[in-house]
């Protein structure tokens, strides 16, 4: 049986298609009572093996497929532009929650999409203590911003003292990191295969673990850098259409995001991404085609040195095809 499940911030539209090929509909709070509702709601039409797929809306799917899969289902979860992308090919012109649910479960049983592994629980918390400190840097971004455009002292006292809090929470949010990255076997191993890497930094390589937690699972590397929206995407038809290929950046935006500055540093001081970035700028490419394409080299190094378990080696990596 197929569960398609349209998910949103406060509750989730599903359909079971059933073995006959009959679909029930229903609604369901998107929190731990509904959850459980559901769960005997599928139990009540005697399904035995259920695949549920859902997009990965925001971080709204998290609880509930953690929960279905410890239940026993088999859990996919879909960027949704490729449920977009379906639906589109399926000449749908209506949207509701529920017909999206409908397409969501079709789109599981002809595309059957590769079922989902939840992170371990040292993986989670990796992953909130990561995007907490970065919420509380872009905090402290915007009241930076603010203090040097203020001129009313009672304000820039406030200011000021927002900042050294927003500091003091920096800090102790960097050290639960590093202490949870020293607790753990595997994250220690990984922090340092990946730290091997010239333009890679502790806090960029935190970041690559806590949201590819399952990097060194994918096929290969290409797999792996568009999931992270880094694969070059063309536009070309007939003979008149014949677009300048770009970045997809249908995928993980945080992962891109985590590896733009180290890119740039890789251009400098990585021996393989330099010689990848002097090459495309013999070739005339403008800055932006270079970084994009050095951010998809350095995780395609990244994905090299966690798959094999050896660290970065510059005479490897040159043997690895270039992303260009």
Known sequence: MILGIDIAKNKFDVTLVLASGRQRHRTFANQASGFAQLSAWVGASAATVVQACMEATN??????????????????VVNPARIAGYAKSQMRRNKTDKLDSEVIADFCATQHPAVWTPPTAAQQTLRSLTRHREALLKTRTQQTNRRSTCSEPLVQKSLDAIIGTLDTE???????????????????????????????????????????????????????????????????????????????????ASVRGALYLPAMNAIRHNPIVKQLADRLKAKGKPPMVIIGAAMRKLLHLVYGVLKHKTPFDPQWARSTPSPT
Request: charged share 20%.
């Open 59 to 76: 971080v709204y799917w998290e609880a509930l497929a953690a929960y279905l899969h410890e239940q026993g289902y088999q859990v996919s």
């Open 170 to 252: 920096i800090a102790q949010v960097e050290t639960h990191i590093a202490d949870l990255v020293e607790q753990q076997q595997t994250f220690r191993e990984e922090l340092a295969l990946i730290t091997s890497i010239p333009g890679i930094a502790e806090h960029t390589a935190v970041k690559l673990m806590a949201e590819m937690y399952d990097l060194a699972t994918y096929p290969d590397a290409n797999a792996a850098d568009a999931d992270a929206g880094l694969s070059p995407a063309k536009h070309e038809s007939g003979h008149s259409v014949h677009r300048k290929p770009k970045l997809s950046k249908v995928g993980k």
